[in-house]
């Protein structure tokens, strides 16, 4: 049987959206980096419709629209505003070089695979195929922090890694229950503004928002 | 209604430090006074409880939910909270903070509370992962509440680290729920700890396994399990130490509870081994770690910070030594908090009249503080487990537990390290202790109610070394009997 109209669009979705995290890792503009981030929840935004309509849960219209706001518009609108502070900075050097970074994110996204081949065999679900799409994001947003100097890349890395989970919990359950959505929001928009705090103390007090100087603290 | 009582006295703290503008000192004075009613609504959660009967709920779908295991915690964190807020920054009339300073400190001080006392007291453990993350953030507002280079990067890397972490362990809760949908059809209090409880034995070994190990990592960070620890004494050691007192003595022990609860569901399915072998091997990593920066280690408040490293690393590797080990985990989660809230506030007492944070330049300091230099001897004897005082027998009981289940060489490594630990920590005390008074510290200290305070700590510890009173047992055994079935 061919897959369903559902199945398809959910993994075309995980696909575009891991898509979107890679850019992360070749891309060397900061101002790329929000696009992509943009791009990516426009992509999960819609996903939240999809599941919405063929799942028949019209809670997650609301969900999208919440998502929407935070994550396609106030956030990036956000980092932009940093992004122009910080116009000059561009992630020059990261710890792991740009090819080395895409043959890791590749080695990642078939770890997801292995992770996630149970899940995907017990799941009857039609979405169960962008699982394993939605753990590799994780582990893209986890690659950029880890290997990325300017602690603006940091943060982009952790709002990816966020909407890999927001994704693999829509493709996954179709959203989970309503109060721990709302409060999932919630600590993402505190969390975010103060990482955003953060940043210009940095820039303040290093006067650079390279993380590599931040090596005062040993031992 | 007593849940109200618990967490609203915070929450009406963080607002009333919040509306009142320009900062007066009348409002750190009511806050501290409010943080007595959680204490209240402790205990009477801990009689509810040792009375038996059903655990109390409270709220739309069971929200909050203060069994033996809660109410244990909410008094752990209530007392820590109020010892905190009375010895802070805003009563002590000779602090170094601008009035803007002390207004933000009030703030999110009681705020990260409030969201302890929450997440300790959650049914739905993803209410549980959205307060502890919320703890992060709060928490992170005010380490950097004076600016300075090493602050700033402590709380960048607090933030980006510990959100990072417990974002897996959100994933880790996505897993579970996603296996339990599979198996009932999504419904609303599925994630509630109970219902969890219940389905466990029906799920599938499979996925349980991956999502504990992601749990395992995000709650580890945030308890300091190494090797995700990195950020711990770098947050501790820059923290005001009234928040040091806060987050090295409970909030570890929040994070710390969460891997408990889900232990708990998975041991149902999985059998204790799994879990178990885990926990040790972090445990053990945590300590090996953790014993070896004492001894290299130049400043004081780092010094506490690996000790609590030491320790969370003691208690893990206990909650994988079976019903006797998780006893013995909780008897030294109870200790840990009571000794190292009272060490960092003293620490901050240190720093106040030396200016330093290096041992290099302490000494004396029996001389120039005697009431505080005396209570902080006491205290690292406490910590470092020496009788009369608690730990001694919780470490004991915890040796016990490892023999009886034929652990010899594990035991053998893990008094190995508690030697480690004993030698670095009683060579840097005599260095503090004794020696030249440095130039220009002045000698002598008044005994006030700030330094009495500290004594009913001291109390606590001699109590829980000399006798296990009744009420405690029966709860100890109870909280067991809940996790360990």
Redesign the interface.
């Given at each position: 049987m061919a897959p369903s109209l559902f199945s398809q669009l959910s993994t075309l979705g995980a696909c575009l959206a891991l898509l979107y995290g890679l850019l992360l890792l070749w891309r060397r503009n900061l101002g790329s980096y929000v696009d992509a981030f943009q791009g990516q929840s426009v992509v999960l935004a819609v996903l939240f419709g999809v599941v919405g309509y063929f799942g028949h849960d019209p809670e997650l219209y609301f969900v999208a629209t919440v998502f929407v706001a935070l994550k396609v518009f106030l956030m990036p609108y956000y980092l932009r505003r940093m992004q122009d502070r910080f116009a000059v900075e561009r992630e020059r050097d990261p710890y792991l070089n740009v090819p080395a970074s895409l043959i890791l994110a590749g080695l990642l996204v078939i770890l997801a695979y292995a992770?996630m081949r149970?899940?995907v065999t017990?799941?009857s679900l039609p979405t169960r195929s962008g699982l394993p799409l939605a753990?590799a994001l994780?582990f893209i947003g986890?690659l950029v922090?880890l290997t990325r100097k300017k602690?603006f890349t940091?943060v982009v890395g952790?709002l990816i890694?966020?909407n890999g989970?927001t994704l693999?919990?829509l493709l996954?359950?179709?959203g989970?229950?309503?109060?721990?959505e709302l409060?999932?929001f919630?600590?993402a928009l505190?969390?975010f503004l103060?990482?955003q705090?953060?940043i210009y103390?940095?820039h303040?007090?290093?006067e650079s928002i390279d993380?590599d100087q931040?090596n005062?603290?040993r031992? | 209604m007593s849940f109200l009582f618990l967490i609203l006295p915070p929450i009406t703290a963080a607002l009333l430090a919040g509306l009142v503008r320009p900062y007066r000192s009348w409002v750190g004075r009511v806050n501290s006074l409010l943080s007595l009613i959680p204490i209240g609504a402790s205990l009477v959660f801990i009689g509810g409880a040792l009375t038996g009967g059903p655990a109390p709920t409270f709220g739309p779908?069971e929200?909050l939910r203060a069994d033996s295991l809660s109410a244990l915690l909410m008094i752990c964190v209530s007392a820590v909270a109020a010892l905190g807020l009375f010895l802070g920054p805003t009563l002590g009339g000779e602090d170094p903070y601008r009035a803007a300073q002390l207004r933000r400190y009030q703030i999110f001080v009681n705020l990260f509370i409030a969201a302890m006392l929450l997440a300790v007291s959650a049914n739905?453990v993803?209410?549980m992962?959205?307060s502890i993350?919320?703890t992060?953030?709060f928490s992170?507002?005010i380490i950097?509440l004076i600016?300075?280079?090493?602050s700033?990067?402590?709380?960048?890397?607090y933030?980006?680290i510990g959100?990072?972490g417990i974002?897996?362990a959100?994933?880790g809760t996505?897993?579970a729920?996603?296996?339990f949908?599979?198996l009932v059809g999504?419904v609303?209090?599925?994630?509630n700890w109970p219902v969890l409880m219940n389905s466990a034995p029906a799920l599938?070994p499979?996925?349980i396994r991956?999502a504990f190990v992601f749990l395992l990592i995000g709650y580890g960070t945030k308890a300091g399990l190494a090797p995700m620890h990195t950020w711990l004494?770098?947050a501790h050691?820059?923290a005001p130490a009234p928040l040091s007192a806060l987050m090295s003595g409970v909030l570890l022990a929040v994070a710390i509870y969460a891997m408990l609860r889900w232990k708990a569901v998975v041991d149902l399915l999985l059998g204790p081994a799994f879990t178990n072998q885990l926990l040790i091997m972090l445990g053990l990593l945590s300590m090996v770690i953790a014993a070896f920066?004492m001894v290299?280690?130049?400043n004081y408040k780092?010094m506490l910070a690996y000790s609590s490293i030491e320790h969370t690393g003691l208690i893990c590797l206990g909650l994988g030594l079976g019903p006797m080990g998780i006893f013995a985990a909780l008897y030294l989660l109870i200790c840990h908090s009571t000794a190292k809230s009272m060490l960092f506030l003293l620490a901050g007492n240190i720093f106040h009249r030396y200016h330093s944070t290096q041992l290099s330049d302490i000494s004396g300091l029996l001389k120039t503080m005697p009431v505080t230099g005396r209570l902080f001897a006491a205290g690292m004897l406490a910590l470092i487990g020496l009788p009369p005082f608690g730990m001694f027998v919780a470490e004991l009981a915890l040796f016990r537990a490892g023999f009886s289940r034929q652990y010899i060489w594990l035991m053998v490594a893990v008094l190995v390290l508690l030697t480690v630990a004993f030698v670095s920590l009683v060579r840097h005390l005599n260095k503090i202790l004794y020696g030249p008074i440095p130039k220009g510290i002045s000698v002598g200290e008044p005994f006030g109610w700030r330094n009495a305070l500290l004594f009913i700590n001291l109390g606590i510890l001699t109590m829980l070394g000399l006798t296990l009173p009744a009420p405690l047992l029966t709860l100890l055994n109870q909280v067991v009997g809940i996790v360990a079935k």
């Open positions: 992770v149970p899940v017990i799941s753990l994780v986890l922090i602690a940091q952790f890694l966020e989970i693999l919990a996954g359950t179709y989970i229950p309503l109060i721990v409060g999932v919630l600590d505190m969390g103060v990482m705090i953060f103390q940095l303040g007090t290093f993380v931040l005062q603290l031992h | 779908d929200l739905n993803g209410v992962w959205v993350e919320a992060t953030i992170a507002l950097p600016l300075t280079k090493t700033v990067e402590a709380s960048w890397k933030i980006l959100s990072t974002a897996l959100f994933a996505v897993l729920y996603f296996d949908v599979n999504p609303e209090n599925a994630l599938h499979e996925i991956v004494p770098d050691a820059e920066s290299i280690q130049r780092r």
